[in-house]
C-alpha cells in the first residue's frame, strides 16, 4: 500500500466551550482526490485550517508525508506542499490575474524572475485562466474567481491541495469544466482534499468521501456507499433527496 501523504490523527479543536472538531482522523494517498460533505457548521473548513496550519488543533497530529507539521505554521506547511483555496475568494483585486498567481508562485515556491513568472504561468493554464491573465482580478466572472482561487493554490507547487467549495454559486452549466479541471490534479500527481456542498460534482472525482457531523468523522469510504449510509441520508441529504439525482445540494 502507498505510503499516505497526508495523515490527521486524532484531531480535535475547541473554540471556548464549542467543540468543532472531536477525534477527526484521515489519510490521503499521493494524487487522490478524497471528499469531505456535512452540514454547515460540521466543521469542514475548520478542519482544513488545521491542516494547512491556520490554526493548531488542541490533539492529534498532521503529517505530511510522514513529517510531524502538527506545529508549523501555515506559511511553512505552504512552502512543505500544502495549497488552499477558500471559500470566499480573496484575490488582490487591482492586481491582474497574472500578478496574483505570480505572489503566489513566489510566495509558495520561493522562485523568483522568470521561474516564477513560468509556474505562475501554468498554474493559470491548468486553471483554465489564460484568456483572462491580463484581467484585473477584481473584474472576474464568479467562475473565474473561483478558477482563480484554485489557480493562486496551484501556483504554490502543492503536492495537496485543499478545495473549500469552489463549486458554490456557479450555474449548472459552469461546473462540469471545473470539474474536468479538478481531475486534472490527480493526472498531474497533486492530492485534493475538496469540500463541496455541491455533491455530484465531487462524486464525480473523489474516489474516497468523508462526512463530517458535529466536528466527528460520521461515515468514510467509497462516495455512493457513504451518500447511501442512512445516518448520512438523515443528518446531511435529507430523506427526499435520492443520490442519483443530477444535483445533490447540502442542507443548510
Ligand atoms: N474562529 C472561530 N471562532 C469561534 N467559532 C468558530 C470559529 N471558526 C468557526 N467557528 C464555529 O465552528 C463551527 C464550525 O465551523 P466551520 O466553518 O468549520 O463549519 P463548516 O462545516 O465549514 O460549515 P459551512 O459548510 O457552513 O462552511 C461553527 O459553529 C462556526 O461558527
Redesign the pocket.
Known amino acids: 500500500m502507498t505510503a499516505p501523504l497526508l495523515e490527521v490523527t486524532g484531531v480535535g479543536?475547541r473554540?471556548?466551550r464549542?467543540t468543532?472538531?472531536d477525534d477527526v482522523s484521515l489519510s490521503v494517498a499521493p494524487g487522490e482526490a478524497f471528499g469531505i460533505v456535512?452540514?454547515?457548521?460540521?466543521?469542514?473548513?475548520?478542519?482544513?485550517?488545521v491542516v494547512n496550519g491556520v490554526?493548531s488543533p488542541d490533539a492529534g497530529t498532521v503529517r505530511l508525508d510522514g513529517a510531524d507539521v502538527t506545529r508549523s505554521g501555515a506559511a511553512a506547511r505552504c512552502r512543505a506542499g500544502i495549497g488552499r483555496s477558500y471559500?470566499v475568494p480573496r484575490p488582490f483585486g487591482g492586481m491582474t490575474v497574472f500578478e496574483n498567481a505570480l505572489v503566489a508562485a513566489s510566495f509558495g515556491t520561493g522562485a523568483r524572475g522568470r521561474a516564477a513568472a513560468e509556474g505562475a504561468w501554468r498554474a493559470l493554464e491548468t486553471a483554465g485562466l489564460t484568456g483572462v491573465a491580463d484581467t484585473p482580478a477584481g473584474a472576474l466572472r464568479l467562475l473565474d474567481r473561483k478558477r482563480l482561487e484554485l489557480a493562486r493554490a496551484l501556483a504554490t507547487g502543492p503536492r495537496l491541495v485543499l478545495l473549500?467549495?469552489i463549486a458554490g454559486g456557479l450555474t449548472e452549466a459552469e461546473v462540469p469544466a471545473l470539474v474536468e479541471t479538478v481531475r486534472d490534479l490527480g493526472r498531474q500527481g497533486v492530492a485534493v482534499v475538496w469540500?463541496e456542498?455541491v455533491v455530484h460534482a465531487l462524486v464525480a472525482v473523489v474516489t474516497r468521501l468523508m462526512c463530517?457531523t458535529y466536528?466527528r468523522v460520521l461515515a468514510v469510504g467509497e462516495p455512493r456507499a457513504v451518500l447511501a449510509d442512512p445516518q448520512v441520508v438523515e443528518v446531511y441529504l435529507g430523506s427526499t433527496i435520492g443520490t442519483d439525482d443530477p444535483v445533490v445540494e447540502?442542507t443548510?
Open positions: 479543536k473554540f471556548g464549542l468543532v472538531l456535512g452540514p454547515n457548521g460540521a466543521g469542514k473548513s475548520t478542519l482544513l485550517n490554526l471559500q473549500d467549495e469540500i456542498h463530517l466536528g447540502g443548510p
